[in-house]
């Protein structure tokens, strides 16, 4: 079991090199001895007393690597806990010794973040790795043990959907792997960051460079699998199910006690449910989770994935009960206190750990509710997907307070939009049948959340950078590793629009180096942190004032809101008076989409509207009508001003110019424009709207885009 992680001594290093054996040497040789042999416990003994024999003679290398043994045999006898318990506890004290090496010392880290691994603790082993890291960039060597570390990392964020920074230490990887130890599994974890980027040309590359490398059986059929995925992308069925037979095959011929063939089984199920052979993918998926299920006895994510995916299978081939289980069993798998496999229940919100799989398996979960309230009318089915999207909803949250950029918090938010709108429909269907304001309350907040969180971010953190407390030291560092990312993505961009093959490995420098600039620059961001409390705020959940609160800032001013959602199917209009709250559905069908193209087409310049007033008049009344609801006109005509907190397309309408009344004129100087009834302002954001407290604007910022100024 010891040879299950790869973490070798290290490159030449001059420590320990004394030929008359010391007590201690004596017995970590006997120890090691022990250990070859399998004899655990009297391992375990002797690698303790080597330990204390080494802190006796202040031999900290010698102690570091006796620390990292003796956790080794702990957790080959399942010990996680009390492993990573003495890793902690000794990682402090020799990283307070001066005689103490930092490669030794990241290789106790390594082995933490093993045993973290073991027990699940995906946050535990991402710490573990990011400290042994640290300590290499202090060495500034290259080692296969560099890239486990920056292996670990990537695999941890490409699970979190974090695709570009999960790319970014990939690459690192396999730049400090030139035994190439690694090297295959890496490129299938490369191949299929690209693969959920829907990057199909780059993922089967990056494939291709891993297939050519000579591998451990495991990672070999690992590449297969990424193999079996890019050709079901590309609708190349049978060379999906070749790749995925040659996956199952290899696994067969060469098992190994800790890694599933539940993958396999899954990859060669949905290639033949995609071929239409319903009966064979049903066997398989049986065979995945009965797989699974003997190799994961305790939680884990990949548990989860699997039953998430079956569920999917069995949802699809009519077998809703069946696919509700299963996702109610990947729910139990990824949320730690939670127990239940009946699919009424669901998990505390209260919960404060990352887990894509906890997002993803409460939301098909509700999908599948959705369509039972449909079939059955119950209400209980409505109020049990609306908690189940309130779960996907908040761990996508934490998911992206992860995030270190823009680019991937967007990406997030595309990826999750789906969700948000399910979500308030749940809620709408809600309100229709209870009337209970408290679904409108909710209906606001995930309009709210569906959009302005990477805004919201972005402008508090520059508004707490420019009034910081902190060091100029800091400051600066900050101003120029930003400067520093901004260029290296300049240069990435320039790189991929040569289009060429041959520039992939100036690409590839040019991503690790990004990943560096942007490892810098977090740290700069926590010191920060740690100086200045506005810069805490950046990594909280965010708080709504709730409606009460918008309604009384709404009378004070005189104003009207209208908040839009843009969604697949509907288009949902939220209206905000200071005593009345308003809801109405849109279909999104192509009537809706003609009539804001027709009028935004008006604005496209002078001509158009000039060539057509009497289109442009009956274009500008006709949104109106479907914009502005009906019930909230009389308020609007009383009200001193409109907000309009836009959504998708709803972004290009200038609502001033809309007409309230029918007009059949032929100038349009005297056209009843709603500028004439009230002004009309624009925000991203309600909550970014009113946010703006003394505190916040006692040294207020004026920024002007420089191509309007």
Avoid at 210 to 217: D, E, K, T, W, Y
Avoid at 469 to 478: F, I, K, N, R
Avoid at 699 to 704: L, T
Wanted: proline residues 4%.
């Amino acid at each position: 079991m010891k040879k299950s992680i790869i973490l070798t001594a290290g490159i030449c290093l001059a420590v320990n090199l004394v030929f008359s054996q010391s007590e201690a040497d004596r017995l970590f040789t006997e120890a090691d001895s022990l250990y070859a042999l399998e004899k655990l416990p009297q391992a375990e003994t002797a690698f303790y007393q080597t330990i204390l024999a080494a802190r006796r003679q202040a031999d900290w290398p010698l102690c570091q690597r006796a620390v990292a043994e003796y956790a080794l045999v702990r957790c080959d006898q399942g010990d996680y806990q009390g492993a990573i318990d003495t890793l902690q506890r000794w990682i402090l004290f020799l990283g307070r010794q001066s005689g103490s090496h930092p490669f030794l010392q990241a290789k106790l880290f390594l082995v933490e973040s093993y045993a973290q691994t073991r027990l699940g603790s995906d946050q535990g082993q991402l710490e573990a790795c990011e400290h042994a890291i640290d300590l290499y960039e202090t060495l500034d060597t290259v080692h296969s043990n560099v890239a486990f570390a920056y292996k670990n990392v990537g695999q941890i964020l490409e699970m979190r959907l974090n695709y570009p920074k999960a790319i970014a230490y990939f690459e690192k990887a396999i730049a400090n792997d030139p035994e190439e130890r690694y090297a295959a599994s890496v490129y299938s974890f490369l191949s299929d960051c690209y693969y959920w980027q829907e990057d199909y040309a780059t993922a089967a590359r990056y494939l291709q460079n891993g297939l050519q490398i000579p591998c451990r059986p495991d990672h070999r059929a690992m590449l297969y699998l990424s193999a079996t995925g890019i050709y079901l992308a590309t609708n190349a069925l049978p060379k999906a199910e070749e790749y995925a037979r040659l996956a199952l095959k290899t696994m067969r011929e060469n098992p190994a006690e800790d890694i599933s063939e539940g993958p396999v089984y899954s990859s060669l199920a949905e290639v033949l449910h995609r071929q239409g052979r319903i009966q064979e993918a049903s066997r398989y998926w049986d065979l995945a989770l009965e797989a699974t299920a003997q190799t994961y006895t305790r939680k884990h994510r990949e548990h989860a994935k699997i039953l998430v995916n079956a569920g999917d299978f069995f949802a699809e081939t009519g077998r809703q009960r069946k696919a509700l289980e299963l996702y109610q069993q990947a729910i139990v798998q990824v949320y730690p206190d939670f127990q239940s496999l009946d699919p009424a229940d669901n998990p505390s919100p209260d919960f404060d750990f990352v887990e894509s799989w906890a997002m993803t398996a409460p939301a098909r979960k509700a999908g599948l509710l959705v369509e039972e309230y449909e079939r059955n009318g119950q209400p209980e089915s409505l109020i049990n997907a609306a908690h189940c999207y309130d779960l996907a909803l908040r761990q996508m949250r934490f998911l992206k307070s992860t995030y270190g950029s823009e680019t991937a918090k967007l990406y997030l938010g595309e990826y999750s939009h789906g969700y948000f709108e399910e979500a308030i429909r749940v809620q709408s269907r809600l309100y229709r049948l209870q009337a209970d304001p408290v679904r409108l309350e909710r209906i606001y907040q995930l309009m709210e959340e569906s959009k302005a969180e990477v805004l919201r971010e972005a402008i508090e953190r520059n508004r707490a950078l420019m009034s910081a407390t902190a060091p100029d030291s800091l400051l600066l560092a900050e101003a120029e590793l930003r400067a520093s990312i901004a260029g290296v993505r300049q240069a990435m961009f320039t790189e991929q629009l040569r289009e060429e093959e041959s520039n992939e490995k100036e690409l590839s420098q040019l991503r690790i180096q990004l990943a560096d600039l942007q490892r810098a620059y977090q740290k700069v961001l926590d010191a920060l942190q740690a100086r200045d409390p506005r810069f805490v705020g950046l990594r909280t959940e965010r708080t709504f004032a709730g409606l009460t609160h918008l309604q009384r800032q709404l009378a004070s001013a005189e104003e009207v809101l209208l908040e839009y959602f843009y969604g697949r199917d509907s288009l949902y209009i939220f209206g905000l008076t200071a005593q009345n709250v308003y809801l109405q559905v849109l279909a999104r069908d192509r009537q809706l989409e003609e009539a804001i193209e027709s009028l935004v087409g008006y604005f496209s310049g002078a001509e158009a509207s000039l060539a057509d007033p009497a289109g442009y008049f009956q274009s500008a009344h006709h949104l109106y009508e479907l914009l502005v609801p009906q019930a909230i006109r009389p308020e609007l005509e009383r009200s001193r001003s409109l907000i309009v907190i836009p959504d998708g397309p709803i972004g290009f309408v200038p609502f001033e110019a809309l007409l309230t009344d029918p007009f059949t004129g032929s100038g349009y100087a005297q056209a009843p424009y709603l500028l004439r009834k009230t002004a009309v302002r624009y925000n991203w954001s309600a909550e970014l709207l009113w946010q703006s407290s003394p505190a916040n604007t006692a040294q207020a910022i004026v920024q002007f885009d420089p191509g309007f100024a």
